[in-house]
T-cell receptor, first 115, second 112 residues
Framework: EADIYQTPRYLVIGTGKKITLECSQT?????MYWYQQDPGMELHLIHY???????EKGDLSSESTVSRIRTEHFPLTLESARPSHTSQYLC??????????????FGPGTRLLVL | KNQVEQSPQSLIILEGKNCTLQ??????????LRWYKQDTGRGPVSLTI?????NTKSNGRYTATLDADTKQSSLHITASQLSDSASYIC???????????FGTGTRLQVTL
């Protein structure tokens, strides 16, 4: 079991609200990621970070933003939630020092429902 | 464009039976291939990882194979258990191991 945590696990919120999804890992991994996954669909990378003060947008366009002030913490923020943001959000981390065997470890996910 | 295709899309088998899941990929340059298990409402958990020089890897009742020439992989599950019910996702790394291409998964249901 990977030491990566996400809160909240479930969130129901009204349109227009600002929300922050928390992700933290205790493995000391430099790399962290946020994915979005709709039911029965593949994961899509929306943000990633290679270390403190490093953030990049992923392959899937997203209205969310991220920050990486501490190695262990990678929160995702939606300034104004919309029903189209309803999805599961998965956080992951990996250790680049493992070379070709680098593996991403996933958190349990946050299921977001925007009404 | 890098792609990972999995088949079947879904599968129902009786407890105790074996099954094989397929993965075809067009990802370049190839770095490694992983199989993940994702329980409903949870994050994926890594089962196996294979680099270009490995053609088989086992993890308990799970055995993955890789044919880098035909760009195919399979995941064989032996003596299935109810707890094997989940989605199984094939994930291929291109270049740096951080750039992943995900398949849509095979949804496996094991029944009594």
């Amino acid at each position: 079991e990977a030491d990566i945590y996400q809160t909240p696990r479930y969130l129901v919120i009204g349109t227009g609200k600002k929300i922050t999804l928390e992700c933290s890992q205790t493995m000391g991994h430099d790399k962290m990621y946020w994915y979005q996954q709709d039911p029965g669909m593949e994961l899509h990378l929306i943000h990633y970070s290679y270390g403190v003060n490093s953030t990049e947008k992923g392959d899937l366009s997203s209205e969310s933003t991220v920050s990486r002030i501490r190695t262990e913490h990678f929160p995702l923020t939606l300034e104004s939630a919309r029903p189209s943001h309803t999805s599961q959000y998965l956080c992951a981390s990996s250790d680049p020092g493992t070379g070709f065997r680098e593996t991403q470890y996933f958190g349990p996910g946050t299921r977001l429902l925007v009404l | 464009k890098n792609q990972v295709e999995q088949s079947p899309q879904s599968l129902i088998i009786l407890e105790g039976k074996n099954c094989t899941l397929q993965c075809n990929y067009t990802v370049s340059p190839f770095s490694n291939l992983r199989w993940y298990k994702q329980d409903t409402g949870r994050g994926p958990v890594s089962l196996t990882i294979m680099t270009f020089s490995e053609n088989t890897k086992s993890n308990g009742r799970y055995t993955a194979t890789l044919d880098a020439d035909t760009k195919q992989s399979s995941l064989h599950i032996t003596a299935s258990q109810l707890s094997d019910s989940a989605s199984y996702i094939c994930v291929v790394s291109a270049g740096t191991a951080s750039k992943l291409t995900f398949g849509t998964g095979t949804r496996l249901q094991v029944t009594l």
